[in-house]
């Protein structure tokens, strides 16, 4: 009731049934004798329901206000963005042009992307000579052809062996005393820090199929042909059969030079590599 006053269930007067159905239906409710008497006078009645509803007019004005400023902030917000638009639109803040050049060239312009494509330009195709043979005069310049040799390529040779070993394992294999061995290490580079090493054995071109037969070498022994792949063979010229020619106006005959494949240098782990500098096997 008014007074809010806690009753025991006792004092109250109200029994425990009573009490049931007052629990069971929100719209029943108990009020002490004093509330009883308080409400039951018609003065007290109307002046509960003036307050009542003077709160409910209050409490109904202060929604009506707060929607009402929040109309108008929401007007004046929009106001303000149309307004932000409409000065963006017709705007011309953007960044100067150069003094220096004209801003509408369009051969001027930064492009990410080129209009025209150029064609890729094609290298020049190598020639080869096909004149006669080097005067004498030129005598001074010229080296004898070099002898056309076979090499073989060997890898995955412990670090201890030398080219002495190799040399004699070619001769004894091979059965000739003309072999040159090259022992495929970069200059300077420490052997102990490779895992294997390998060689090139060079030998008569005759001695190919020999020197490729698997029954030619030891067991477990790994080579193949040795591939040239080093891109520093330069021409030079090359000494003539018969450098004056006979007194019967004859000219001597000129002997084709045949590239024989330089050292080839080798990687950290023994495998071929074109870059680097190769010990000579007198070293």
Aim: glycine residues 6%.
């Amino acid at each position: 009731g008014y007074c809010s006053a806690v009753f025991h269930l006792k004092c109250s007067g109200v029994s425990e049934s009573l009490l049931a159905a007052v629990d069971g239906n929100r719209q029943v409710f108990w009020m002490c004798r004093s509330c009883t008497t308080m409400l039951l006078d018609m003065r007290h009645r109307k002046s509960v329901h003036s307050a009542f509803m003077s709160g409910q007019e209050s409490l109904v004005d202060t929604h009506s206000q707060s929607v009402a400023e929040m109309k108008s902030e929401l007007t004046e917000l929009k106001a303000e963005i149309r307004s932000n638009f409409a000065s963006l639109k017709n705007s011309n803040s953007l960044t100067p042009r150069s003094s220096r050049r004209p801003g509408d060239n369009p051969d001027l312009r930064k492009k990410l992307f080129h209009d025209k494509l150029e064609p890729k330009k094609q290298s020049q195709p190598l020639l080869q000579g096909t004149g006669n043979p080097v005067s004498p005069s030129f005598s001074s310049m010229l080296v004898d052809a070099p002898t056309p040799k076979f090499w073989l390529y060997m890898t995955r040779i412990s670090r201890t062996v030398t080219v002495d070993q190799v040399t004699k394992l070619a001769v004894e294999r091979l059965g000739v005393q003309d072999v040159k061995v090259t022992r495929l290490v970069a200059k300077g580079k420490d052997v102990n820090t490779m895992s294997f090493i390998s060689f090139k054995i060079g030998m008569d071109t005759s001695l190919k199929e020999k020197a490729l037969a698997t029954s030619t070498w030891p067991q477990g022994l790994i080579f193949r042909e040795f591939e040239d792949r080093s891109t520093e063979i330069f021409w030079a010229p090359i000494a003539t059969a018969s450098a004056n020619p006979t007194a019967s106006g004859a000219t001597g005959t000129t002997t084709t030079p045949e590239s024989t494949p330089p050292n080839l240098p080798a990687a950290g782990d023994g495998s071929e590599n074109p870059n680097l500098e190769v010990e000579s096997m007198e070293e």
